[in-house]
């Protein structure tokens, strides 16, 4: 069958029908941020959730005060869905100041960030969670698919960088890189990593320096896709639009160039369905259960 699915592909292409696409033959399932829909966002219970959904883990990393990387979309302490140590609620003032990068991990751990209901996720399980170092994430994840007899899990893991943050909210590029390969690789799992980002620069220093390394590009714009590609000095792996930026005609010229088009974030079932019709390589979404 594996034979027959791939000799079509490359009938297909000799014919030049281009309509049709044999980029890749498995979809890639995404759970954003872990499946923040279901599980406290960029929490290990978060990712042990996808790893029992059989899903990419999809996550974002921040710095503390001694530069280690942790796992966590904001570079402060969120408000909207973090509690003090004693339970209290968490200020907009307060949250101004509670900087990561300004912080010891101690003091990171310290808050929970699993608890206090978070109205926009109102299925989301609610449980005592916190900030984790990303090699404490990974050694749990991977023992926890190892104990249920699960494959390895596969990460999508961004780079929360930009210019105005550089040295301020996070290390600068080439040392954000540098420390993240660092954990990646003396975790095992550099072969199962994708490295993705807003931010041009992390994405052309690894890959230029970790070549093997996949990338996928994160764009929310309005520019059209070759704007998009020609901000970049090569190729990425993956060009991931937010999903309303995807129409047919991009992802035939995305995999014509070798591309793949992973949107993100998709919750609703329809425009779910909708794009894996029009031909979409994965999709990422806070309900990863639903794809």
């Known amino acids: ?35 923040r829909g279901l599980m406290p966002e960029n929490t290990i219970a978060a990712m042990k959730k996808a790893v029992d959904l059989g899903v990419t883990l999809e996550m974002d990393i921040s710095f ?20 003090k140590a004693n339970g209290d609620t968490l200020t907009f003032a307060e949250a101004k100041k509670a900087r990561l990068y300004d912080l010891t ?16 996720f109102p299925q989301q399980k609610k449980i005592p969670a916190h ?15 190892r104990q249920r007899g699960l494959p390895p899990p596969h990460y999508n893991i961004e780079t929360k960088t930009s210019p105005k943050g550089d040295n301020i909210e996070h290390p600068a590029p080439q040392e954000f890189v540098d420390r993240l390969i660092d954990v990646l690789e003396k975790q095992g799992i550099l072969k199962r990593v994708i490295i993705q980002s807003f931010d041009s620069r992390t ?8 070549p093997d390394v996949p990338t996928a590009w994160l764009v929310s714009n309005k520019k059209t896709l070759n704007q998009n590609l020609a901000a970049l000095t090569f190729t990425p792996s993956i060009y991931s639009p ?15 160039r070798g591309i ?9 079932p329809q425009k779910i369905q909708d794009l894996k019709t029009l031909g979409v390589d994965g999709i990422i979404s806070d309900y990863p259960d639903r794809l």
């Open 242 to 256: 937010e999903h309303s930026m995807v129409t047919s005609e991009d992802i035939i010229t995305c995999h014509k």
């Open 64 to 83: 503390t005060k001694e530069k280690l990387p942790i796992v966590s979309h904001d570079q402060y302490i969120n408000p909207k869905f973090s509690l």
């Open 260 to 268: 793949k088009v992973i949107p993100w974030t998709v919750n609703d």
């Open 203 to 210: 994405l052309e220093i690894v890959h230029h320096a970790y």
């Open 1 to 35: 069958m594996r034979i027959w699915f791939v000799s079509v592909c490359l009938l297909v292409s000799l014919a030049g029908i281009s309509e049709i696409s044999c980029a890749q033959k498995t979809f890639d399932k995404q759970g954003h941020r872990g499946g």
């Open 105 to 120: 991990y101690q003091q990171i751990e310290s808050y929970d960030v699993g608890s206090k209901f978070y109205p926009q």
């Open 131 to 145: 900030i984790p170092l990303l090699s404490a994430l990974i050694d749990s994840v991977e023992a926890y698919a």
